[in-house]
């Protein structure tokens, strides 16, 4: 089955710009997801497809993708961003399955 | 709104048997593909396996593929994850998610349910 490989970790300070990244061949075919996970607490969705937010998300969560990469951008972040982050998508096999990202962890300095 | 709520995880023995159910509620069930995901303490995110919303598909990771089994109560906005042949490796949080309507994987989570296997 397909992988998708994230940083471990990343931090940046407060208010500025974060990029998290996503590498994975599944993604020439399909847009990623992504989702945002705080310590405790279930996953929530923060981009799905192109560059889509489900509603309540903050504008300043983006989402793009180019090649075998998707990226998770947060512009302007705030503490509350501090958390786990990861990609999903389908696998390329074409066996209709799902794979998430290895997760990279975003400190809000 | 909608909620998802999961129950029947504890303690089981390697090689024994647990059912985990998710209770729907907010929207209406039996329009929606539903999943299982799965994280392991301290560890990443797994998907595990999925259903369509008349039952007719199920899809499987390969690490559950054969002890698993997805099924759903379209009547009772019911999910269920009949899980057998448990192994220490199984030991999870388990969370129900919908698929949305273009196939996006989590638009609404539970809160999860835990499993741990061991002796």
């Known amino acids: 089955s397909s992988e998708l490989t994230q940083d471990p970790a990343v931090s940046v300070a407060l208010g500025q710009t974060v990029r998290i990244t996503c590498q994975g061949d599944s993604l020439r075919s399909y847009y990623a997801s992504w989702y945002q996970q705080k310590p405790g607490q279930a996953p929530v969705l923060v981009i799905y497809g192109k560059n889509n937010r489900p509603s309540g998300i903050p504008d300043r969560f983006s989402g793009s993708s180019s090649g075998n990469t998707a990226s998770l951008t947060i512009t302007g972040a705030q503490a509350e961003d501090e958390a786990d982050y990861y990609c999903?998508?389908?696998?390329?096999?074409?066996?209709?399955?799902?794979?998430f990202g290895t997760g990279t962890k975003v400190t809000v300095l | 709104q909608v909620q998802l709520v999961e129950s029947g995880g504890g303690l089981v023995k390697p090689g024994g048997s647990l059912r985990l159910s998710c209770a729907a509620s907010g929207f209406t069930f039996s329009d929606y593909y539903m999943s299982w995901i799965r994280q392991a303490p301290g560890k990443g995110l797994e998907w595990v396996s999925y259903i369509s919303s008349s039952s007719s598909y199920t899809n499987y990771a390969d690490s559950v593929k054969g002890r698993f089994t997805i099924s759903r109560d379209n009547a009772k906005n019911s999910l269920y994850l009949q899980m057998n042949s448990l192994r220490a490796e199984d030991t999870a949080v388990y969370y129900c998610a919908r698929l949305d309507g273009s196939g996006y994987l989590g638009d609404y989570w539970g809160q999860g349910t835990l499993v741990t296997v061991s002796s």
């Open positions: 999903n998508s389908r696998d390329s096999s074409g066996n209709h399955l799902y794979v």
